[in-house]
């Protein structure tokens, strides 16, 4: 299993950071493309990452799923063609589509979550074309999307997917894992 994750300047660390981590210690392959024209993608907080590859170079076919961070990114960088060409290759693919904060509008917007069960950063309801929002702050799953509304709930956003992806038992297992027990 391989996912996808597109990253732009002005993404949310902690929010790319973490799930990665937790979907390599399930044995999940991820991924990071960049949209920029460098391979250093700056985070919003001004850290620096180094991507897999350019988004310009994925064949999307080799992939499960595809994962976006939020942060300024999801209202800046990542609201290109490109961007929503990757975004609706997974949704008509039938494949998985996670995003967490202010990812999700990138969905949103393109209306491909019409009737669909979201959450996402406040603010970005509007972006939501169609969707039903989930007020209790967690993790909204409703397939092919699983979303979250912050960097808050990265954890549980994170094992959700591991959950959905391989099965409850494993991401039990991680959850005891990254905790030292």
Partial sequence: MKGLVLLGDGFEIGEMTIPCDYLF???IET??????????VESQ???????NCFLKDVHL???DFLF??????????????EVDDTILYFY???????????????FGRLGIMKGKKYNCFPGF??????????????????KPFITAKSVFYVEPFALT?????????????????VRGE
């Fill in 68 to 81: 976006i961070p939020g942060g300024k990114a999801s209202y800046t960088t990542l609201r290109k063609k």
């Fill in 92 to 106: 008509n693919a039938n494949k998985w589509l996670f995003a967490i904060c202010a990812a999700p509008s990138l």
């Fill in 125 to 142: 309801e509007k972006e939501m074309l169609g969707a039903d929002k989930v007020d209790d702050g967690l993790i909204a799953l409703d």
């Fill in 61 to 63: 076919e080799e992939f």
């Fill in 25 to 27: 210690r399930a044995g």
């Fill in 161 to 177: 997917i591991i959950q959905n992806l391989i099965d409850e038992t494993k991401a039990k297992q991680i959850y005891h894992q």
């Fill in 45 to 51: 907080d001004h850290m620096k990452v180094e991507a």
């Fill in 31 to 40: 991924i990071k493309a960049s949209i920029m024209p460098t391979l250093l």
